[in-house]
Structures are given as C-alpha cells and as structure tokens.
C-alpha cells in the first residue's frame, strides 16, 4: 500500500484520561468483580490511537510512557481492534499506532477508531459492550464528562455538574496491579458485611454546585488503604500534595496515581512545582476536567 493511500485510510481517536472521584467498593460478587459506585471525571491528558489497513494485525508505541506498553497480543487497543473486527466479521487486519500520554492502561480508542475505519457507524450500545468487555473502566473512556458508574464500573449515568476543575496527577514510576489492590482491599476489610455502594450525597451536591472546595472535600476512594498498603510511598505524596495546598487529593482507581484538585490553574502550576522539588513525586502532571470521551481527530496526521 502507498503512504498516500495509507495516510487517507488511516483514522485517530484521542480518549481522555479519567479521574475517580469517588471510588466506593461493595461486596465481591460471583465472578470475581466487586460491585462499585465510582464518579468518573474524564480530563485533559490523551492517548492518541491510529488504526492504518494492513497486512497483519500489529501495535507500536510512541510517547512518554511508550515504554510501559505491551505491544505483544495483550495490547488493549490490539484488542479492542480484533475483537471489533471479530463482533462484525471485518477481516482487514491493521496496525495500531500508540501515542500515549496517559499513565496508566488505557483503553477502547483501537476499537472506537476502527469503527470509523470500517465505516461501521455501529450504534453506541454496542461499541459500550464491547468497550465493557475490555475493561470496566473503559466505557466510560468513551462517554467522557463526568458519570456515575456502578456494576462493575461499567454501567454509566450521567452527572449534573457545573465547573472546570484544574488537577494536578502524581504518577508514580512503579505501576500497581489492579486485581492485586482489590484483592488487598478484601485482605484489610477481612469478613466485615460490605453494604451495597452508593454514591455520596456530598459528592452529588459538590458537582452540582461547582464549588470547589466541596468537592476536595468529598474526594473519597475505598481502595486508597489498599494502595497505600501495597505501595506506602503513595501516602507520602497524598500528604505532601495537600500539605503544599491542594484542596483535596485521592489515589485515582486502583493506583498509583495520585490525583489533585486546585482552585486554580495557578495554584495547580505552584503546586506541580512544590511536589517536584520535594522529590516525593518521580513526575507530575497537569490537567483540567471535565473534557469529552473519545473523538475522532479530524485530519490525516497521526502524532509520532
Ligand atoms: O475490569 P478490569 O479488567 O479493569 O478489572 C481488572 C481486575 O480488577 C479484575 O480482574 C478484578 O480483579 C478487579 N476488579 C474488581 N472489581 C471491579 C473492577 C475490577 O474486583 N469492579
């Protein structure tokens, strides 16, 4: 194939990063997933996502966390894209193109790109269920905003929320696994009754009012104790971002970052600074929330 044609055929999606703003884990269920009422804030730090025709079926990785990406068969986005071709019977293998800029796992943006490729048009539900299969978090990643997400994560509400919020994210250079925090969270909670999870009222009254201070406030995550457990450093940042002015700070999902709300997008600025010249966090970043789900790039050029 030519790179003219290459480059007309391809399609980018950016998908956002996401916050929990509140992360309340129940009982564990049958399967093996906990039953959770989570508030997802999706904000501005992406991962871009290309899917170019090809004769095989392939991934590379470009960006700051490059390094820390499977590009083996276990690639989410790989994924994403195979099982797509697979639910619709679309055999044109491609190769996925990574830049990513998110720290942690991301997502569905393979399979929501090669909707577009395929010219499928699919109706949302279905990329939702595919996207859940994936991950529970990640249909969300697709909604964007902010959502109410219960089951396991995946099924979705919308929030009444006023404001833009400027984080700050500490991302720690030593990732967590995910089944392992929850599987320390039921260690910790040993056989206590869960209640089944809601989310808080204060949580829904801070959002709706866009003030600020309420929602640092209300900031809460049932796996922090886990995570801090596992991975104690995360503690120190926790008080150290909130020693330096942060409003509230909360270890987003399952860890290890470390997610910070500020006034303002100076006081996020001062405070990057003040957790980098501490040395507590091995990097920070920067973003402003609430932005949209996954979208398609217009244009040809994918980032490398
Ligand atoms: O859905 P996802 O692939 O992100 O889940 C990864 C792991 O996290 C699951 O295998 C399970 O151990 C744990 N998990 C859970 N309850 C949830 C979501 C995830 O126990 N609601």
């Given amino acids: 194939m030519t790179s003219a044609a290459t480059t007309r055929r391809s399609v980018t999606v950016r998908a956002p990063a996401k916050v929990n703003l509140e992360l309340k884990v129940g009982p564990r269920r049958v399967d093996g997933y906990h039953e959770l009422a989570t508030v997802y804030m999706a904000v501005g730090l992406h991962d871009e996502v290309t899917v170019v025709p090809s004769d095989e079926w392939s991934v590379v990785v470009h960006g700051p966390y490059a390094d820390h990406v499977p590009t083996d068969s276990s690639n989410l986005a790989l994924r994403a894209a195979r099982s797509l071709a697979e639910q619709v019977g679309v055999d044109e293998p491609v190769s996925v193109v990574i830049y990513k800029e998110i720290p942690v796992a991301g997502g569905m943006a393979g399979g929501s790109a090669d909707d577009h490729l395929w010219g499928l048009g699919l109706p949302r539900d279905d990329l939702l269920e595919t996207a859940a299969d994936l991950g529970s978090d990640i249909p ?100 150290a971002g909130l020693e330096y002015g942060a409003v509230g700070g909360v270890v987003s999902g399952s860890g290890p970052t470390v997610a910070f709300l500020t006034d303002s997008p100076e006081a996020a600025l001062d405070l990057c600074v003040s957790l980098t010249a501490s040395g507590v966090a091995s990097e920070v970043r920067r973003a402003k929330g609430p932005v949209h789900g996954a979208q398609v790039v217009p244009g040809p050029t994918p980032r490398a």
């Fill in 140 to 239: 969300f990643v697709l909604t964007g905003g902010i959502a109410v997400g219960s089951g396991r994560g995946e099924r979705l509400a919308p929030v009444l929320a006023r404001g833009t919020y400027h984080w700050v994210l500490a991302v720690s250079d030593t990732g967590l696994s995910t089944p392992s925090v929850y599987a320390e969270c039921d260690r910790l909670r040993g056989t206590s009754r869960i209640p089944l999870p809601e989310p808080s009222a204060d949580m829904m009254t801070a959002l709706r009012s866009g003030d600020v201070d309420a929602l640092g406030a209300a900031l809460t995550n049932d796996l922090s104790d886990a995570a801090i457990s596992l991975q104690p450093d995360l503690g120190d940042v926790l008080v």
